[in-house]
């Protein structure tokens, strides 16, 4: 049944399957059915398929949506509330019912309410009086709509359906009857963002986990020329041309300071991909439970991120499980083996100068399908270090003096190297020369032998790894 009550269009009805609740439908604009919106409802849908205690906010982007005009984005609010709403009431809150409306919000946010659904059960008597659910289906497309904002939102969208509803409806006032939760869905362009928002219900709150996407800042021309080669061919390659043999898991160990973290940046770049860095103090919680629940939903925000590479750095925290001294480790390493199995899953690097403790079903093939060993830089690469940390403190080196350095630097890391010169350029004013690269090097202690033994342990978990390995670990007369 419809009316027509001062130039806005009401509809009533009641669903086919739930025929116990009553629906009535006022639009301010004629609604234009549109089934390409189907799959935002399912989207929507999604949040309905559990009892909802807290209110939620639910981001979704796209760069159709300023295709589709406010007439046919206005459908949503019949089928939601036709057949979702109902079945949700029904199987949820049965004593509620839900008010749901479609608005726009512009650039000088002006608010317009297109549509609003009143579903409720039996007759639209007392309705003031009963316990409300608010549904805000928002556009707005260059701006973040906050939770504050739905109290305004909800009493407009009162105020349209109650002054509406004065013709069939009775005891129907302008204060809005009690709100006990909302769903809040915004409408936004797609766009780049610099982070990836989560929100997991616990209780009667939200925790709220961001996690940084930022762009690498080292490329392919920051590594040695022996492993940049291999790289290219076994794992950008195939990536980029999406074959279906690419990897999908990289390992890469060595000692500290040899370039490990600039590598993975390196990959990255050359793939064309921002970095998402996983950290345990993103997901780890003292609660019993939450850190696997947190790290869950944390996983599965990052597996639907197409364009970024997922870094575990220094990723010594995931253990064997068999040194593990807490239930909660072992269930955190049995939530990545599930993730990094995932077919879905984007790249996924893992760095650490440990890789004896890691848990060994992480690095198998399948999860982890190229290993890359970094040992302590050659003699060409040591040059080739300095000259790019000299230009990076705007520094000007002469050639004999790139040679000192490289002979001046054996069994030394990138790291150390770049700390060399940024001593020297402190003792020489910036005019680095022999005495001041001389004086800077008599400040570092470094035990060959030592360094020497952790070279050729690394070359030993090499020929461990049963899989697929890049190596870049020069002889003891290429670092000489």
């Known amino acids: 049944m419809s009316h027509n009550i001062e130039h806005a269009r009401i509809v009533t009805f009641t ?23 189907v799959n935002l409802v399912n989207i929507i849908s999604k949040d309905l398929s559990r009892p909802i205690n807290i ?4 981001v979704i ?33 049965p004593q509620l019912q839900c008010i749901t409306s479609y608005i726009t919000m512009s650039r000088d946010e002006t608010i317009t309410i297109h549509t609003v659904a009143l579903v409720t059960k039996k007759n639209f008597k007392n ?9 805000a289906i928002v556009k707005a497309m260059n701006r973040n709509i906050k939770m504050k904002m739905v109290k305004q939102f909800y009493r407009m969208s009162w105020n349209l359906l109650a002054y509406k509803l004065r013709g069939i409806a009775d005891d129907v006032d302008s204060t809005p009857p009690q709100r006990v939760y909302t769903l809040l869905v915004q409408l936004s362009s797609e766009r780049e963002t610099n982070v990836i928002e989560i929100s997991i219900p616990e209780f009667n709150e939200a925790i709220r986990v961001k996690i940084p996407i930022r762009k690498p800042q080292w490329s392919l021309n920051d590594i040695p020329p022996k492993l940049r080669n291999d790289i290219e061919t076994v794992i950008v390659r195939p990536i980029l041309a999406k074959a279906s043999y690419a990897p999908k898991g990289i390992l890469i160990t060595g000692p500290p300071g040899v370039g490990k973290t600039v590598s993975a940046e390196a990959i990255s770049s050359a793939l064309k991909m921002r970095i998402v860095e996983l950290r345990p103090s993103t ?22 991120k197409k364009d970024v590479t997922v870094l575990l750095d220094d990723v010594d925290f995931l253990i064997g499980r068999h040194l593990a001294i807490h239930e909660t480790h072992v269930s955190e390493i049995t939530i ?3 993730f990094l199995q995932s077919e879905e899953k984007p790249l996924v690097i893992l760095t650490t100068n440990t890789p004896e403790l890691l848990d060994p079903a992480l690095v198998r093939p399948g999860r982890i399908d190229v290993v890359m060993l970094m040992g302590y830089p050659d003699r060409e690469f040591r040059k080739y270090i300095a000259m790019k940390s000299a230009k990076r403190y705007g520094l000007e080196l002469k050639p004999h003096i790139i040679d000192l350095i490289a002979d001046a630097t054996r069994w030394f890391t ?7 010169i940024r001593l020297a350029a402190s003792k020489s004013e910036g005019n680095i020369h022999e005495d001041a690269i001389m004086w800077a090097r008599q400040r570092f202690t470094i035990n060959e032998s030592i360094r020497k033994a952790i070279q050729d342990r690394l070359r030993w978990f090499g020929e461990q790894f049963q899989g697929i390995t890049i190596k870049y670990v020069p002889s003891d007369s290429e670092i000489m």
């Open 15 to 37: 669903p086919v399957k739930l025929s116990d609740y009553k629906i009535a439908v006022v639009e301010t604009a004629p609604v234009k059915p549109n089934l390409k919106i």
């Open 55 to 58: 209110n939620i906010k639910h």
């Open 61 to 93: 982007k796209s760069k159709n949506f300023a295709k589709i005009g406010d007439d046919e984005l206005s459908y949503i609010v019949y089928l939601m509330s036709s057949s979702i709403i109902p079945l949700y009431l029904h199987n949820f809150d």
């Open 127 to 135: 309705i003031g009086k009963r316990s409300t659910v608010f549904i």
């Open 283 to 304: 997901y780890r919680s003292m609660w019993y439970g939450l850190t696997e629940k947190i790290l869950e939903e944390t996983l599965q925000a990052v597996k639907r």
């Open 336 to 338: 990545f083996l599930r």
């Open 414 to 420: 990138h790291a150390e190297i770049d700390a060399l």
